[in-house]
Structures are given as C-alpha cells and as structure tokens.
C-alpha cells in the first residue's frame, strides 16, 4: 500500500524535503500539488505525521514495501534487499534486487547474467498493468 496525495494537500513542501528516496515531488497538474512516486516510495510514512492537512493517505492499489505483496516480507527472501527505486534494469525498467550489501544489484525479472532469486516487485508489475489500460 503505497501512499498518494490527495486535493487536501496545499503544497507547503514538507513532505517533499522529510522523503529520503526522493518519491515526493511537485505536480504539474492542479488541484495535488505533489504526488508520490509508488516506485520510489518504501512506505516509510515519515511524511504522513508531517503533513499539516492530513493530505497523505494509502493509495489500496499497491502492494506495501516489505509488507503486503512484498517477496521480501518472506522468510524465503530473508537477506534480500531491494533498491527502493534507486536502481532500476536499464533493459525492463524493474526494480533492481541483490541478496546482501556486498552483492551487485541484479534485475529479479531479466536476470543479468546472475542466478537472482525468481521474484518480482509487486510494485513494478502493478505499474506495466497501468500502462497497457
């Protein structure tokens, strides 16, 4: 469940400058001043206290980071860790993944050459849906 800006929000920025993946950014429609980026965003929620309007609400389309829909809430995954949107495949545009901090980043849906470990963000996916509607 990533978050989204709702018509609430009266642009002060301080969600913007608290985000430390850099998911928040200003709009350039109105009336949301700012939006989140659900792939850049890992559900931190350290905007949500911050918002003076109580603008930031759950966005129920997506899955959360390390929670629901996530593989990496799995025991199976333990020791994984993903890019938050940091690092995407330069060849599908995924979210990049690697098993420890000393490993590469590697691409869960392409592979890049590495053994990887077969799961996908629910993220990303829920994003290629998007785009085909």
């Known amino acids: 469940m990533a978050y989204a800006i709702n018509s609430d929000c009266i642009g002060c920025g301080v969600c913007e400058s608290a985000c430390p993946h850099s998911a ?11 939006v989140i980026d659900p792939l850049n965003c890992d559900d931190c929620i350290r905007c ?9 609400k759950l966005d129920l389309e997506w899955a959360q980071c390390y929670g629901r829909g996530c593989p990496l ?33 590697i691409c869960a849906k392409c592979r ?20 085909k509607r």
């Open 24 to 34: 928040i950014f200003q709009a350039d429609s109105y009336p949301v001043l700012y």
């Open 48 to 56: 949500v206290p911050l918002c003076p309007t109580d603008a930031i």
């Open 73 to 105: 809430s799995s025991k199976r995954y333990g020791g994984w860790e993903c890019s938050v949107g940091e690092e995407h495949c330069q060849q599908c545009g995924s979210v990049l993944w690697r098993e420890n901090t000393e490993s590469a980043w």
């Open 112 to 131: 890049n050459g590495e053994s990887g470990h077969g799961a996908s963000c629910p993220k990303v996916r829920h994003k290629e849906t998007l785009l």
